[in-house]
């Protein structure tokens, strides 16, 4: 997933593991594209890759606006977002201030 994003120029790719913090998935991964036709060219690049390797996509949510796009793989749900929409929404912060406050409350 990580190759197909970068090969069509993503930007801060990022992987948030979440193994014992949520039920949602093991782990996010956060892309940028710089506009919102790359958002939807990374985004189907990634869907392809999915499916190339044999695994299935279960839901696309965003597309049409196509500012944050949210892949969800199962396992690993991939967000890619336009920058505007990635500093909005800031999700490395939201799931470091839950690791924070896991670690002051150990």
Known sequence: MREAALDKKAEDVLTLPLEGRTIVADAFV????RSKVQTRAIADAVVEKVK??????ARIEGYADAGWILLDLGSVVVHVFTPEQRAFYNLERLWGAVESRQAQSS
Do not use: I
């Open 30 to 33: 956060l892309a940028t594209g």
């Open 52 to 57: 190339e390797s044999g695994g299935r996509v």
